[in-house]
């Protein structure tokens, strides 16, 4: 959703056969704290990725400190290296 500007919350296209509602950069901005939660050890590169603050990806692009939760993409990860 980068490109709504005006909006707190907003409809993703249709995925996987439905619509999913999604908090836009305007209503994170202005969020005092963030909590991301990973899931899946296929996440983990996104994971380092966003850890990075990789501008690249929607997430990244999110200002100030972001505290994870994952529970379980970091164990797996750890598990196969």
Excluded at 36 to 64: C, H, Q, Y
Aim: glycine residues 4%; charged residues 25%.
């Amino acid at each position: 959703m980068v490109e709504v500007k005006y909006r707190d919350v907003a409809l993703t296209a249709l995925y996987r056969g439905t619509r999913r509602m999604t908090l836009t950069y305007p209503i994170l901005n202005r969020s005092r704290r963030i909590l991301w939660v990973v899931t899946g050890s296929e996440k983990f590169e996104m994971l380092v990725r966003l850890r990075n603050k990789d501008a690249t990806i929607p997430a990244g692009r999110i200002p100030g400190t972001i505290p994870f939760c994952m529970p379980t993409a970091q164990r797996r990860h750890n598990e196969h290296n």
